[in-house]
């Protein structure tokens, strides 16, 4: 098993521009969600999805979008990125929201100037 | 205000034990858990308690949880170097987590 893997490592973005952080696990879990961590406020939900074609919003949503067609996947998307938006992205699955163990991808470092 | 809250720093000398502290709002949560975060890498579980409980040990790790204060604890005993790490507390309500506590360990 892979686990949970997001691409890109690393991205730099111009203010406006869009792009879509990828994220996949292959251990067939249902729950899905993305967190941005900024330094001294640490994880914050951004969008989390229970299956496929299910998704809904966490604490910070605006400036993103999301979409679960596979179970497998589920990316994120950055419309017109902004400053405010660099951070660290981190995607995690598990099957559910109790008990079960989030797996949490490596990440994906974005900077936008 | 922040669902969890946790103080930002610990130093820590080498084998002495580390207490990490936590605070949450809200008393719903069935499962309140501690993540551990090593430089560039994501979140791993370390270890959780049920909220019926109020003291859970696993090796060197001792969770407390006191409900009427809304405060949980995670000591770890005897520190080693590779507990230097970000530990975050995290209820099942939100799924909120907190600003993270930085453990440096120092010899």
């Known amino acids: 098993n892979a686990g949970v893997t997001q691409t890109p490592k690393f991205q730099v973005l111009k203010t406006g521009q869009s792009m879509t952080l990828q994220c996949a696990q292959d251990m067939n879990h249902e729950y899905m969600s993305w967190y941005r961590q900024d330094p001294g406020m640490g994880l914050r939900l951004i969008h989390y999805?229970?299956?496929?074609?299910i998704t809904d919003q966490g604490e910070v949503p605006n400036g993103y979008n999301v979409s679960r067609s596979t179970t497998e996947d589920f990316p994120l998307r950055l419309l017109s990125a902004a400053p405010s938006q660099t951070s660290v992205y981190f995607c995690?699955?598990?099957w559910g929201t109790g008990i079960d163990t989030q797996y949490f991808g490596p990440g994906t470092r974005l900077t936008v100037l | 205000g922040e669902d969890v809250e946790q103080s930002l720093f610990l130093s820590v000398r080498e084998g002495d034990s580390s207490v990490i502290n936590c605070t949450y709002t809200?008393?719903?949560?069935?499962?309140l858990y501690w993540y551990k975060q090593e430089p560039g890498a994501g979140l791993q579980l370390l270890t959780y308690?049920?909220?019926?409980?109020d003291m859970k040990q696993d090796q060197r790790l001792t969770v407390l949880l006191n409900k009427k204060d809304k405060h949980l604890s995670l000591r770890i005993a005897d520190t080693q170097t590779g507990d230097s790490a970000i530990y975050f507390c995290?209820?099942?309500?939100?799924?909120?987590f907190g600003a993270g506590t930085t453990v440096t360990v120092r010899a």
């Open positions: 809200d008393s719903s949560s069935t499962y």
């Open positions: 999805s229970v299956g496929a074609g």
């Open positions: 995690a699955s598990s």
């Open positions: 308690i049920f909220s019926n409980m």
């Open positions: 995290r209820n099942d309500y939100k799924l909120s």
